[in-house]
């Protein structure tokens, strides 16, 4: 009968669910980027200048929803300071007519 040679402490096999060994990856070279996709595509399209100005799509997007919000237009209004200020901060009360919640902890004994 043959003695099988038992693997030395680096040859060992890794556990379930660890199969590369520390600091080494399972996909070295990572996710192949996605060219087609539509947010590629969409700021592709922004990024260029806009016909017959020195102005990108981007910029002269900008532009009109500043001017839209200049004019009164409260859509226009709310998505510029939404995006500029942000959103207003809405309190929480998580108490109801009861008054404020306790919330306890409670840590298990080791």
């Not at 995006?83 to 998580?94: A, D, K, S």
Request: aromatic share 4%; hydrophobic share 35%; charged share 25%.
């Amino acid at each position: 009968m043959v003695a099988e040679k038992q693997p030395s402490s680096t040859e060992r096999r890794r556990g379930p669910g660890k199969p590369w060994k520390p600091g080494v990856s399972g996909n070295p070279h990572g996710r192949k980027p996605k060219a087609d996709c539509l947010v590629s595509c969409i700021k592709d399209e922004l990024s260029k200048k806009a016909h017959g100005s020195e102005f990108t799509n981007e910029q002269m997007i900008a532009f009109a929803l500043v001017n839209k919000a200049k004019a009164g237009d409260p859509v226009a209004i709310r998505l510029t300071l939404e995006y500029v200020v942000g959103r207003p901060v809405q309190p929480v009360n998580l108490g109801g007519d009861n008054g404020p919640v306790e919330i306890v902890v409670r840590y298990a004994d080791k």
